[in-house]
């Protein structure tokens, strides 16, 4: 008999054996390891939510929801992120994804929650299946592809003269961060502690900031583990590694091994200066070159402008699809953001 409930702490060790079993299909399969701890990720989304499935006392599926403050139409709102979509492989088609789904929508309602928002690899179409045609609730409405670059690590000169790592974080900072990402649609909303542990840089001219580039190695939150190739990304794999040296380019990854990504968390320039966005991520591929990582990796949406200050940049290019619901129908909302360039931060998910 299956059973549900909230997790807590003490699942940890099932619920990371259960996203070992479960991984992510699409274009390129993959599967994300969150050891040691399953819960410290959800902790840097935010207010968390976990809904599990037992078959007796063993964890057969989960479903996750993070409560997150982010910016539409420049003013503040709650966005649920909707993430850990996991039911185990021999519990398949038995309605468990299904059920998990209603118990979450149930406790979304309950809470008045509104916006709802996951991501897809591009080509898995599961998801839309068990978000799709549900009682009382709207269907998922797609706000586009976001383009997850994958930067080599890179080593080279870094050609900004004037970017300079910040020690601590200041008030002139967050400003900045907030001022541009109020911009986006589900921008992130940004305080101090969401800033803390990163690397951050800034370049200033008439001693104004007009750019910073916060980097973030989340490999002790989460492991991205390739169980799955298409044989021409594999032969590219195994051609770069065997010129890695000469070419002077980090390592690529081997399949069923971490790869060791440095994330660009936070990229913003005001106004947007294609030189110096392509400065400060040839700088981010130094790093990643120096310090042993495969990529500096950054996610952004397909009509971010952004997009346009990457040619002639060595990297490799995967897609997510953005899914969004208004829970309450408020179409006006999602119109909004369907209409704007939405954020998200593949740091996190």
Same mark, same amino acid.
């Given at each position: 008999?299956?059973?549900?409930?909230?997790?807590?702490?003490?699942?940890?060790?099932?619920?990371?054996?259960?996203?070992?079993?479960?991984?992510?299909?699409?274009?390129?399969?993959?599967?994300?390891?969150?050891?040691?701890?399953?819960?410290?990720?959800?902790?840097?989304?935010?207010?968390?939510?976990?809904?599990?499935?037992?078959?007796?006392?063993?964890?057969?599926?989960?479903?996750?929801?993070?409560?997150?403050?982010?910016?539409?139409?420049?003013?503040?709102?709650?966005?649920?992120?909707?993430?850990?979509?996991?039911?185990?492989?021999?519990?398949?088609?038995?309605?468990?994804?299904?059920?998990?789904?209603?118990? *979450?929508?149930?406790? +979304?309602? =309950?809470?008045? &929650?509104?916006?709802?928002?996951?991501? %897809?690899? @591009?080509?898995?179409?599961?998801?839309?299946?068990?978000?799709?045609?549900?009682?009382?609730?709207?269907?998922?409405?797609?706000?586009?592809?976001?383009?997850?670059?994958?930067?080599?690590?890179?080593?080279?000169?870094?050609?900004?003269?004037?970017?300079?790592?910040?020690?601590?974080?200041?008030?002139? *900072?967050?400003?900045? +961060?907030? =001022?541009?990402? &109020?911009?986006?649609?589900?921008?992130? %909303?940004? @305080?101090?502690?969401?800033?803390?542990?990163?690397?951050?840089?800034?370049?200033?001219?008439?001693?104004?900031?007009?750019?910073?580039?916060?980097?973030?190695?989340?490999?002790?939150?989460?492991?991205?583990?390739?169980?799955?190739?298409?044989?021409?990304?594999?032969?590219?794999?195994?051609?770069?590694?065997?010129?890695?040296?000469?070419?002077?380019?980090?390592?690529?990854?081997?399949?069923?091994?971490?790869?060791?990504?440095?994330?660009?968390?936070?990229?913003?320039?005001?106004?947007?200066?294609?030189?110096?966005?392509?400065?400060?991520?040839?700088?981010?591929?130094?790093?990643?070159?120096?310090?042993?990582?495969?990529?500096?990796?950054?996610?952004?949406?397909?009509?971010?402008?952004?997009?346009?200050?990457?040619?002639?940049?060595?990297?490799?290019?995967?897609?997510?699809?953005?899914?969004?619901?208004?829970?309450?129908?408020?179409?006006?909302?999602?119109?909004?953001?369907?209409?704007?360039?939405?954020?998200?931060?593949?740091?996190?998910?």
């Amino acid at each position: 008999m299956i059973t549900y409930r909230l997790a807590t702490t003490e699942d940890n060790e099932q619920l990371i054996r259960l996203t070992a079993a479960a991984g992510m299909n699409g274009e390129t399969i993959l599967r994300i390891d969150r050891r040691p701890d399953f819960f410290k990720l959800l902790e840097k989304r935010g207010e968390s939510l976990v809904h599990i499935a037992l078959d007796g006392n063993t964890i057969v599926g989960s479903l996750c929801a993070s409560r997150q403050a982010v910016y539409v139409g420049g003013e503040i709102f709650p966005v649920y992120y909707i993430g850990d979509f996991k039911v185990m492989p021999s519990h398949r088609n038995m309605g468990i994804g299904l059920e998990l789904c209603n118990r *979450l929508a149930e406790n +979304l309602i =309950s809470r008045g &929650a509104d916006l709802a928002f996951l991501n %897809v690899s @591009r080509g898995n179409e599961r998801p839309f299946i068990f978000f799709k045609n549900r009682s009382g609730i709207p269907d998922f409405d797609s706000v586009g592809t976001f383009h997850v670059h994958q930067f080599i690590g890179r080593k080279q000169k870094p050609d900004l003269e004037d970017l300079k790592e910040e020690t601590r974080i200041s008030g002139e *900072l967050v400003s900045f +961060l907030n =001022s541009y990402y &109020a911009r986006y649609e589900l921008g992130p %909303v940004i @305080r101090e502690e969401n800033l803390a542990g990163l690397q951050i840089f800034t370049v200033r001219r008439n001693h104004q900031i007009q750019a910073v580039m916060c980097l973030s190695d989340t490999m002790h939150l989460k492991q991205n583990v390739i169980m799955k190739l298409s044989l021409s990304l594999q032969w590219q794999l195994r051609l770069l590694n065997g010129f890695h040296r000469i070419l002077g380019i980090s390592r690529m990854p081997a399949l069923h091994k971490p790869v060791n990504l440095l994330y660009i968390k936070y990229l913003a320039a005001d106004p947007c200066d294609k030189n110096l966005v392509k400065g400060l991520v040839r700088s981010a591929m130094n790093i990643a070159y120096q310090k042993s990582y495969s990529f500096a990796s950054i996610g952004l949406h397909e009509n971010d402008p952004l997009q346009d200050c990457f040619g002639g940049l060595f990297k490799m290019t995967f897609h997510s699809v953005g899914l969004l619901v208004s829970m309450q129908d408020n179409r006006q909302l999602v119109d909004k953001i369907k209409t704007g360039v939405p954020f998200e931060d593949y740091s996190l998910v």
